[in-house]
Structure formats: structure tokens, C-alpha cells
């Protein structure tokens, strides 16, 4: 678009802008509001002074009725037409006002199984399907869990029954680093498992050999691993680590590559970097204080939102599944999501974190269907969840973990997630359909 366009047209939006303001003054005369018709009129400046007129309610209903496809959208990796229906069209603010939530309150959510390490447990993650688990502690090491065998384990322990025809929910578990394992991710079509550690190693597993312990490939970087992301082909690999320029690394040949441009990178330790679902965009936030989003192709850094948590370090950033939102979270207890196109903070989901910083890094996540925003509260070991369209505060659930929740990620597409603590434990919790 050349800038003369891109002037007029930005001259066009502040007068539908105006346009939409005076009818909204109008309306709220029309229908006997004339305290919030005047406090409005001051605010936006309108003049002329705007007559009663209850035109907006006409326009509305005739835009309604021909409003855009409001959910065309690509289908959801790793899902069947069933999940696909459960986990429904996400977040999307443009268009929603009144939604009917169907998915659990987290608050719901019962711890069904817990897996034990060496030292603390510092990261976790789920397969793009939702059918595996891993975990990766502080000891070193990492263990793969089997989601069927850890609710088919919680049932019979329930019946108290002795058969354990399913077998042990722990299918692998795999030692080949030399110092705590702070980051893992699944790739998204084979089954491979991909781990960073502070040794500045990445480790890549081959986990469909039941005999497997050690990596099948190693890639060596000058730096401690803080965080991995698997493009959505799978054939690249984000890394962040202590060092501020995040690294590209070519998955089957482990190239690396990293952005030329100085001043597009970080200027402290990249804490996360995550990918949009096609692989069009990525994001990366920092000790810095800073939110990046990159151009998933060139590489180069489009947009910065400096001192995005105040200055605070942000922990976290994870997209909506249209790509159109971004959730953050911060040492300031804050969780804050982005739109994306205007470069805005939409809306600050707050409440959590009495004492008001965080002493550990953690995440906000949403959960399968994007209508709430989870975040494990430091202070009281709890897990806070507001819905993610109008920030209203759910109720708290206790974790039950005896130290700081470092990581908590959500099933892509169940009502699932994992903690994973200082305590030594994964926490694997479930929210069971009601029977009968």
C-alpha cells in the first residue's frame, strides 16, 4: 500500500470512528441515558451536539445479519472433526459479546496422577495430539508419560483394582544431559522429543524405540538452552537462551541461523520464544522486559513492545490459535493479552500474585478452548484463572505442590494440564466428564 493510500485510508477509519461515537451518543439520548450521552460527548468532543436517534440499533441488526464468516479459519493441527468441534473457534474479540462458555472451569480440574524426579521439575510438555506428556527436572533427566495409561491408572487405583493391563503410564525415560533440562517440545509429526539444557545442549530423541536413553543428534550452542520451539513443519527449531539473539536452527542439517539486524534483537536472556500455528510469525520476550515478533520467514523482528510487563522480565508468550491475540505474563504477576494488528494491550487479567512480583519465571496459558487464562500463583501455590473475554477472576484452585510451580502447560485439546515444580513433582490434572 503506498502512503498515500495508507493516509486516507487511516483518515477514513478516524471519521467512521467519529461517525460510530455520534451514534452511540445518539442512541444512549434515544433510550433515556442522557448522564452517559453527555459524560460521552464531552469525552470524544462531539460537535455538532448529537440529536436522539436510535439509528445505531438499525445498523447493527442489519450488520449482524450480514456479518463476514465470523470463524473461517484453518483446521486445528493434530485434531479429529470431533475435537475440533469440542475445542471450538478460540478467542476472537472482533466479533464475540456474548459467548456460552462449555468448556470446565479449571477450578474443576482433579490432580489424576503425579510423577516424581531426582530434583526439582522444571519443564513440561504435551504432544500436538495430547496423547503424551514429558517432564524434565533439574537431575537431568526426562521421562515421556502416556495420558491414557495415567487416567486409566487413576481409575483402577480408584477401584482399587490389582490388574494393570495398561501397563505403567512412564513409557520412556531418557538421560543424556549433563545439567538441568529447562526446555522441551514435540515435534509435530514425528515421534521425536527435543530437549535444551543449561549444558548448552539440544538433545533429540527418537522416543518410538522402546529402548531409547541417549539422543540420536545433538546440537551444541555456546549458550544455556532457556527455551525451544518447534516450527510447525518441524523442519526448524527456535532457540533462546542466555545469550540475547535467538538462533534458527535447520532441524535436519543443524544450521543455525540468526537475524542479521543488531538492533532487532534482545538485549538480555531470551525466557520464551513460540511460534503462530502456520509458522507465518513468531514471538520472543526476554529478561529485557521486551516482547518481539518476528517475521517467521525473513527472520527479521516486525514490532517490539518495549517495557511490556512495566520493564519487568516477561516470562511468557503464547498466540491464540487465529493468530490475531497474543498472552503474556511478567515477573509483575501481571498476565496481559495483545492485539496484535494495533500493536495494543487489549485487556490485564490481575489478582494473582499478592505480594505482587514473582521471584521464579513462570507462564500464562490458555486452556483447550482459549475461554479462560491460567496462571500458578507463586505466593500461595495456587492456580489462578480468569476468563480470558472480560478478565473476571474464577476460583482458585490449590495446586498441592510444596515449592514454586516453574512451568504449567495446557492439552491442546482436553480439559488437561501439568504443573511441574520445585517439589520434585508433575502433577498431571484432568477434568472428567460427569457420569451417571
Wanted: hydrophobic share 35%; charged share 20%; proline share 4%.
Amino acid at each position: 500500500m503506498k502512503d498515500s493510500d495508507k493516509e486516507t485510508e487511516d483518515k477514513n477509519i478516524v471519521k467512521r470512528r467519529e461517525q460510530l461515537y455520534r451514534l452511540m451518543i445518539s442512541q444512549l439520548f434515544y433510550d433515556g441515558h442522557q448522564q452517559l450521552a453527555v459524560q460521552l460527548a464531552a469525552i470524544v468532543q462531539a460537535d455538532p451536539p448529537c440529536p436522539p436517534s436510535d439509528r445505531l440499533l438499525h445498523v447493527v441488526s442489519i450488520g449482524l445479519q450480514h456479518e463476514p464468516e465470523r470463524h473461517k479459519k484453518e483446521p486445528t493441527p493434530g485434531l479429529n472433526p470431533i475435537q475440533e468441534i469440542l475445542v471450538g473457534p478460540g478467542l476472537d474479540l472482533e466479533y464475540e459479546t456474548d459467548v456460552d462458555i462449555t468448556a470446565p472451569e479449571p477450578a474443576l480440574y482433579e490432580t489424576v496422577y503425579v510423577t516424581s524426579h531426582k530434583g526439582a521439575c522444571r519443564t513440561g510438555a504435551f504432544s500436538l495430539d495430547g496423547q503424551l506428556i514429558a517432564t524434565g527436572s533439574s537431575d537431568a533427566s526426562i521421562k515421556i508419560l502416556d495420558v491414557d495409561r495415567m487416567l486409566a491408572k487413576s481409575l483402577s487405583d480408584a477401584m482399587e483394582s490389582t490388574t494393570d493391563s495398561q501397563g505403567h503410564p512412564v513409557i520412556r525415560t531418557l538421560y543424556d544431559h549433563l545439567e538441568e533440562v529447562t526446555a522441551l517440545d514435540f515435534h509435530p509429526r514425528e515421534p521425536i522429543l527435543a530437549s535444551g539444557s543449561k549444558d548448552a545442549t539440544i538433545k533429540v530423541f527418537d522416543f518410538s524405540k522402546a529402548s531409547v536413553k541417549k539422543a540420536y543428534k545433538t546440537i551444541t550452542d555456546s549458550h544455556g538452552i532457556k527455551c525451544i520451539s518447534f516450527h510447525p513443519t518441524g523442519d526448524f527449531l527456535l532457540v533462546g537462551t542466555t545469550h540475547s539473539v535467538i538462533r534458527l536452527y535447520d532441524f535436519n542439517t543443524t544450521q543455525c541461523y540468526v537475524c542479521c539486524v543488531p538492533c532487532h534483537q534482545h538485549s538480555s536472556t531470551v525466557t520464551c520464544v513460540k511460534y503462530t500455528q502456520g509458522g507465518k510469525y513468531f514471538a520472543s520476550c526476554s529478561k529485557d522486559g521486551s516482547i518481539k515478533l518476528w517475521d517467521g520467514v525473513s527472520n527479521r523482528c516486525v514490532n517490539t513492545f518495549y517495557k511490556a510487563h512495566d520493564g519487568a522480565e516477561v516470562c511468557s508468550v503464547t498466540f491464540t490459535r487465529n493468530g490475531k491475540y497474543l498472552l503474556s505474563s511478567g515477573k509483575d504477576s501481571l498476565v496481559k493479552l495483545w492485539e496484535l494488528t494495533t500493536s495494543r494491550c487489549l485487556i490485564a487479567y490481575t489478582g494473582a500474585g499478592t505480594t505482587g512480583k514473582q521471584e521464579h519465571r513462570t507462564q500464562a496459558v490458555f486452556n483447550h478452548t482459549e475461554d479462560f487464562v491460567l496462571f500458578p500463583d507463586e505466593a500461595t501455590t495456587s492456580l489462578c484463572a480468569w476468563n480470558a473475554r472480560n478478565a473476571s477472576r474464577k476460583q482458585l484452585l490449590s495446586l498441592g505442590h510444596n515449592g514454586p510451580v516453574r512451568q504449567i502447560v495446557h492439552s491442546p485439546h482436553s480439559a488437561a494440564f501439568l504443573t511441574c515444580s520445585d517439589d520434585y513433582r508433575a502433577r498431571f490434572w484432568f477434568k472428567r466428564l460427569q457420569t451417571h
